[in-house]
């Protein structure tokens, strides 16, 4: 069974989004996954913008995210 992932810094569980984004962002074989909040601040910007990338990435048809 696969273990569930969580956030690296709060051990949140995370969504598939959450997991999709941080591979998209910080690197597509990374091992650290961050929540929306966490990962706002990993990057210094607002979790509005992290949403919005979210859709973006989406709607663009990132394999990633499907």
Sequence with gaps: ????????????????????????????DTNEFYCIPCMAVYFGCEEEELLIKIIEFKEQGCSLFL
């Excluded at 997991?19 to 690197?27: P, Y």
């Design 1 to 28: 069974m696969k273990k569930k992932a969580v956030c690296t810094d709060c051990g949140k569980s995370l969504s598939k989004d959450e997991i999709a984004l941080a591979k998209k962002l910080i690197d597509v």
